[in-house]
Nanobody, 119 residues
Framework: QVQLVESGGGLVQAGGSLRLSCAASASIFSFNTMGWYRQAPGNQRELVATITSGGSTNYADSVKDRFTISRGNAKNTVDLQMNSLKPEDTAVYYC?????????????WGQGTQGTVSS
């Protein structure tokens, strides 16, 4: 029932910017936490940034001060503004959502969008 769709990936040169957007089939306030993860070839999927339903944010040290996660203008979107991009930021970026209910925890993932930073 819940679907997450990422958009905004592409190819940029080092120092450039990309803005990723995650559109959910439900209000983002339906989820306790939403976030962005990324996975580069040969690497494990790693946390990039998270935002809670209350607006609290958390960032990986590698992207802090360069990336910004925020709720979009639409109630069903979460964005990731990526500035000062480096080649090591190249990865598939995945949108993630976690919902906690009295029935348990449920985690959702998007299909991912490729972000490539050339040197």
């Amino acid at each position: 029932q819940v679907q997450l769709v990422e958009s905004g990936g592409g190819l940029v040169q080092a120092g450039g910017s990309l803005r990723l957007s995650c559109a959910a089939s439900a209000s983002i306030f339906s989820f306790n936490t939403m976030g962005w993860y990324r996975q580069a070839p040969g690497n494990q999927r790693e946390l990039v940034a998270t935002i809670t339903s209350g607006g609290s944010t958390n960032y990986a040290d590698s992207v802090k001060d360069r990336f910004t996660i925020s709720r979009g203008n639409a109630k069903n979107t979460v964005d990731l503004q990526m500035n000062s991009l480096k080649p090591e930021d190249t990865a598939v970026y995945y949108c993630n959502a976690v919902s906690l209910t009295i029935w348990g925890a449920t985690e959702y993932w998007g299909q991912g969008t490729q972000g490539t930073v050339s040197s």
